[in-house]
């Protein structure tokens, strides 16, 4: 599989397939294909489904197929921000941010990631329940905005307001801190905990998180007594 990367704020991923190649993905991602690209859906089991329910994704992926030589297929982002590549192998899980995961290679396993630590998941704002890329080939992930990565060495952490950790690699661990001082939490704006990314490993932080979006145009939308 070749594949190319297209666009700035708006992108979007080419996939070149080689006849038998095939690439995964949920519903609805795909943008355009060759007409020799052969689609199936499938649940892969009542508990892979209800797992990448729980993370986000939808119930059912799509399976492209590539027959009868060389094809193509397109994935676009569906907000405005980032795809990124990864290269999944042996000891090099990564894990997601809910609804994050676009498209991969066959050899690639999406599942659910649990935070080990209850608090993080609830109060964290990153969510108790995250996506987890494993097994063997290349995956594409969606980012909101624009990424900044940073390698944090063994015991080095970084605190990440609510929603801006895109992703880790699974090496990372995850807790939160809670705000200090009644006038930070009731005036601050930043709510009453922050995540703490915890190394080692590799971190991958999104600038426009599209929860936070969504609040910042809320104020400008007519209701429905206008």
């Given at each position: 599989m070749r594949f190319e990367i297209l666009g700035e704020t708006l992108p979007v991923v080419v996939c070149r397939l080689e006849s038998g190649e095939r690439m995964i993905t949920e519903g609805g991602s795909m943008s355009w294909m060759s007409p020799n690209m052969e689609m199936e859906t499938t649940g892969g089991g009542f508990g892979r489904a209800m797992g990448r329910m729980f993370s986000g994704e939808r119930i059912f992926?799509?399976?492209?197929?590539?027959?009868?030589?060389?094809?193509?297929?397109?994935?676009?982002?569906?907000?405005?921000?980032?795809?990124?590549?990864f290269q999944i192998g042996p000891g090099g899980d990564l894990v997601l941010q809910k609804s994050a995961f676009l498209a991969c290679e066959a050899g690639v396993e999406l599942s659910v990631h649990f935070n080990r630590k209850f608090g993080a998941g609830f109060f964290g704002g990153e969510g108790?329940?995250?996506q987890r890329l494993s097994g063997s080939g290349v995956a594409f992930a969606e980012f909101d905005g624009y990424v900044v990565e940073y390698?944090?060495?063994?015991?080095?952490?970084?605190?990440?307001?609510?929603?801006?950790?895109?992703?880790?690699?699974?090496?990372?661990?995850?807790?939160?801190?809670?705000v200090h001082g009644a006038k930070n939490i009731f005036f601050g704006g930043e709510?009453?905990?922050?995540?703490?990314?915890?190394?080692?490993?590799?971190?991958?932080?999104?600038?426009?998180?599209?929860?936070?979006?969504?609040?910042?145009?809320?104020?400008?939308?007519?209701t429905s007594n206008e």
């Open positions: 992926q799509n399976i492209y197929t590539c027959r009868g030589g060389d094809g193509l297929i397109a994935f676009a982002s569906s907000f405005p921000g980032s795809i990124r590549p108790f329940i995250m390698d944090l060495a063994p015991g080095q952490s970084i605190i990440v307001d609510t929603g801006h950790l895109a992703a880790m690699t699974a090496s990372c661990t995850m807790d939160i801190e809670k709510g009453l905990f922050h995540t703490v990314v915890t190394g080692p490993g590799h971190v991958w932080l999104q600038t426009m998180p599209i929860a936070n979006f969504a609040g910042s145009i809320a104020g400008y939308l007519p």
